[in-house]
């Protein structure tokens, strides 16, 4: 197929700050691009799948002093078990990197470079909180006060997390140092700025004509466009970040924000200066036929809808503009919003020594919070592993391979005259086929990963009412045209699971004895059927019940957490 059939994608997920280790609210959108990463692979698309350590800016800074320790060290510790934790999680990013590294660093400094001589940036003196006790100005987190939008009594200086508009942290009401507590003082100091007002009809123009936007991104986005976009800071006063290239900007940085959306493009430079192909990155940002496509939590919504695309506007550089902006909604922890301090939630180290990485996948992909919060419990876990993964999936795929096993010799049998009820199961595999690739091209996860499911438990009603063990005995042709018809639904699911659940589907995959891995098969092969004869492998249950009873599972989370900390 052309390049037009088969358009190229560059998938991005947010970059995750690394303060302390993500929980499960925070490798949401990662493991979604994830799941669109490897579908569109398998569908033949050319895809580069991005992302990094967030290491710059105050989440890190406030974190450090709190441990006493200098940022370098805290991000070099971090970066190094994120990147290790993810590789466990089964993501297939491409390329993660780290706003440390030297592409990156040196990408923004010549981006902004351009920026400020196309007039799209100035400088002014503004008063801005002034820790007294601390001696240091408190940009972004370093404050923290009152909403004067919403209300919200923790709201931080960069953004309100309740009502997701942008802060300034000179208007928070009753602010205080995340630090020490205290009430700040005002502090006249210079900084530069993005003239978004400039800007402003271009990317209204942008955001409303979007066609692959949600309503929610795009009624989100044209609603704050609506209230007027005013001039944003693009430097702080801080030591830890990239020093701003502005003249007179000594002992300035960028905002860690200003800096993190680029690193989509300069993680995309850093892949390809590693392969020896410098110019590649330019044919997923500037060939007007590559896709551009963003998975992150709706707090970022506004910087991937309205700040990137007014940066890359302001470049003049004929970037591609996001192609689309994916956004969930928040995970909740049994009914309360993660917290570190109050040890509310599960954080991704302490999941994987739970329960393998396929369970946590499965389980979020299937309660994914798209169109509302959703709330994370350990009932719902456990019915979701036993219910879904053991009993329907799991069960049905023993039955058959075993079946095939124990009745024709392990081998895939011929199928003899098919019945209404043999076709109908196959046109049903078919349909949920189709279903899943519409959600998923549409990036609508939760409900794709429902329509596979769905081809499990057909297969298991299906064997209920063939009994293709009873019809063994009464009529081979007719037992063996059952079970080849159930291998065909065997096969399909290892296709269409792989993007979920990886591991599981590579086991199923060498159960089936096909060759090579199935991650490396091709979307379409799901429909294309094994032939008679082929010898399958020994079959192995592939998942396991967890403990059903909530507090048993809680109770394990607190014995993990006490032997970490002892």
């Not at 995750?16 to 569109?40: C, E, K, M, Q, W």
């Not at 799209?120 to 009152?146: A, H, S, W």
């Amino acid at each position: 197929m052309g390049s037009q059939a088969k358009p190229r994608y560059l998938i991005g997920a947010a970059w995750p700050y690394i303060n302390y280790v993500p929980h499960l609210g925070t490798i949401i959108p990662l493991l979604s691009a994830d799941v669109a990463a490897r579908f569109l692979r398998m569908k033949g698309h050319d895809v580069l799948f991005v992302s990094g350590s967030d290491e710059h800016g105050t989440p890190i800074e406030v974190e450090a002093v709190r441990q006493g320790v200098e940022p370098r060290e805290l991000t070099d510790k971090n970066h190094a078990l994120v990147v290790r934790l993810f590789r466990e999680w089964g993501l297939s990013l491409d390329s993660y990197i780290r706003t440390e590294h030297p592409v990156h660093k040196e990408f923004v400094k010549r981006f902004y470079e351009r920026v400020y001589e196309n007039g799209y940036i100035f400088e002014r003196d503004e008063e801005l909180p002034f820790c007294p006790k601390c001696q240091r100005f408190l940009p972004d987190r370093f404050v923290e006060g009152t909403c004067p939008y919403c209300g919200y009594e923790k709201a931080r200086g960069d953004q309100c997390e309740k009502c997701g508009r942008l802060m300034d942290p000179a208007k928070l009401i009753e602010p205080r140092c995340a630090i020490c507590g205290s009430r700040p003082i005002r502090r006249a100091t210079r900084h530069w700025f993005l003239d978004l007002p400039k800007l402003e009809e271009r990317v209204r123009d942008y955001v409303a004509s979007n066609k692959q936007f949600s309503e929610a991104v795009r009624a989100f986005s044209l609603k704050l466009l609506k209230e007027g976009l005013r001039p944003r800071s693009i430097t702080r006063d801080t030591k830890w970040g990239i020093d701003a290239p502005f003249p007179g900007a000594e002992g300035k940085t960028i905002y860690c924000w200003f800096e993190a959306v680029l690193g989509y493009i300069s993680a995309t430079i850093a892949y390809f200066r590693e392969k020896g192909e410098p110019n590649g990155w330019l044919k997923f940002w500037k060939d007007p036929g590559a896709r551009t496509v963003f998975f992150i939590g709706k707090d970022n919504i506004p910087f991937h809808t309205i700040l990137l695309p007014a940066l890359l506007l302001a470049s003049e550089g004929g970037y591609n503009l996001p192609w689309d902006v994916v956004s969930n909604e928040f995970l909740l922890w049994e009914g309360q919003k993660f917290s570190k301090s109050r040890r509310i939630g599960i954080w991704i180290n302490e999941a994987l020594e739970l329960f393998p990485a396929d369970y946590w996948r499965y389980v979020l992909m299937a309660i994914r919070p798209e169109l509302r919060d959703a709330n994370f419990t350990w009932r719902q876990f456990a019915e979701k592993v036993n219910a879904d993964l053991n009993d329907t999936v799991g069960n049905f795929i023993h039955r058959t391979l075993v079946l095939i096993k124990r009745y024709f010799a392990g081998r895939v049998p011929k199928p003899g005259h098919m019945d209404e009820p043999d076709r109908a199961i196959l046109e049903a595999l078919r349909a949920s086929f189709e279903e899943a690739t519409r959600e998923l091209y549409a990036f609508r996860l939760r409900s794709a990963l429902k329509a596979i499911i769905d081809v499990a438990r057909e297969g298991n009603r299906y064997l209920n009412e063939r009994e293709p063990w009873r019809l063994v005995r009464e009529d081979r042709e007719q037992a063996a045209t059952v079970l080849y018809v159930a291998a065909q639904l065997a096969k399909a699911l290892a296709i269409m699971l792989a993007p979920f659940v990886p591991n599981a589907a590579e086991d199923l995959w060498r159960m089936l004895n096909l060759p090579g891995s199935v991650h490396g098969a091709s979307w379409d092969d799901a429909l294309r059927p094994l032939e008679p004869g082929h010898a399958i492998g020994e079959p192995r249950p592939l998942f396991k019940r967890v403990p059903e009873d909530a507090e048993a599972l809680r109770k394990a989370l607190e014995e993990l957490r006490a032997r970490c900390s002892s």
